[in-house]
């Protein structure tokens, strides 16, 4: 019986060494951006393996720059390094071992990160989105339809919502304090607009946690978000579908996030929107600050809520579930690279 064991062992080890991926044989390295001042990402042209990529000892920064951590990305493509800190505007040189490859890094003092997905974007993780479909009967409003290509608003009062998972990208960069973020922007594609003129589109923070649609345009299941309740049966809206207009709730202290509200009553952005076919960018003061708000308390991050307001005809945007990564949503932030307690006084 031991003899089969250790056969077995060695034709595992066998096996594994065989599907390795040697140094010196990965993909092109494209990109190597500094996100902060103890991260950099790295971007190759094809597909990683972790028993390579995550070996820390492959890679080298001079002058003087010690790798934390290494971390591949679900894309399997991008490979996040986790460094001992590296000072704004001087220029480093990566090397890796056993290749060819050698990049110059320069941190900015500033510095621009997608969430999302598609080739341009930086980091994959934490996006969710569905649609609250109201049936023109007004009968069947339990449909939450978050594996549907397609994110709906329309006359009737179908709503959709999308929420970006902050917290992991941020703490592994190394980005904690709100003020360090700039500016934010949602995007999204239109994929369909029949209306002459344009139509405004209206965001709202959610203040209530809720679950994205596991269907495409069924009945929602038992705790799933639904057009009559938060959480299917167990947390009714106070207004449905969460439109609730309770004054002095406005999603800006901590207190407003306790339950008591479902939709924050301040509108953080009306958008006009017409031409299909396009990105359209959802930006604003009051959408950076809901970020910042975010970045400081992950824990109440439930996004935003779209609603179509004075509209006539039904406007289609493309969700996370296309076929096509480059037209799904995507959260953009600009940001400090470095924090006031990294900060070194001079001597």
Not at 173 to 194: F, W
Request: charged share 20%; net charge negative; proline share 5%.
């Amino acid at each position: 019986m031991k003899n089969y064991i250790t056969i077995a062992c060695i034709l595992c080890l066998m096996f594994s060494v065989s599907n390795s991926q040697p140094a010196d044989d990965l993909p092109k390295l494209l990109k190597a951006i500094p996100l902060s001042q103890t991260a950099i990402q790295l971007q190759f042209g094809g597909k990683l393996q972790t028993e390579t990529v995550e070996n820390a000892e492959i890679y080298q920064i001079a002058p003087n720059i010690k790798i934390e951590f290494v971390w591949l990305d679900d894309r399997l493509n991008r490979v996040l390094l986790i460094t001992s800190p590296l000072e704004i505007g001087k220029t480093y040189r990566l090397t890796m071992q056993n290749s060819q490859t050698e990049i110059d890094i320069t941190l900015p003092a500033e510095n621009k990160i997608t969430f999302g997905t598609g080739n341009s974007v930086t980091f994959s993780g934490g996006l969710q989105d569905t649609s609250l479909i109201v049936n023109k009967d007004r009968k069947t409003r339990n449909n939450n339809v978050g594996a549907e290509p397609t994110l709906l608003c329309n006359p009737t009062g179908t709503v959709f919502f999308v929420a970006f998972d902050l917290f992991d990208a941020f703490e592994d960069m190394g980005i904690r304090e709100p003020k360090q973020v700039l500016e934010a922007s949602i995007s999204l594609h239109v994929q369909q607009s029949d209306s002459n003129i344009a139509q405004t589109v209206i965001l709202r923070r959610v203040l209530l946690p809720w679950r994205e649609g596991r269907g495409t345009s069924d009945r929602a299941k038992e705790n799933e978000l639904t057009y009559n309740s938060a959480l299917h049966r167990n947390l009714p809206w106070n207004k449905s579908p969460a439109q609730a207009m309770l004054a002095g709730i406005d999603g800006d202290n901590e207190s407003d996030y306790n339950g008591s509200e479902d939709v924050a009553h301040r509108i953080d952005g009306a958008f006009k929107i017409q031409e299909a076919g396009k990105r359209y960018f959802f930006k604003g003061d009051l959408i950076t600050d809901a970020v910042r708000f975010w970045v400081k308390n992950p824990d109440y991050n439930y996004g935003y809520l779209f609603a179509l307001r004075d509209g006539s005809v039904p406007i289609i945007f493309t969700s996370k579930e296309s076929a096509d990564e480059n037209l799904r949503p995507v959260l953009t932030i600009r940001y400090q690279t470095q924090s006031e307690a990294a900060t070194v006084p001079p001597r």
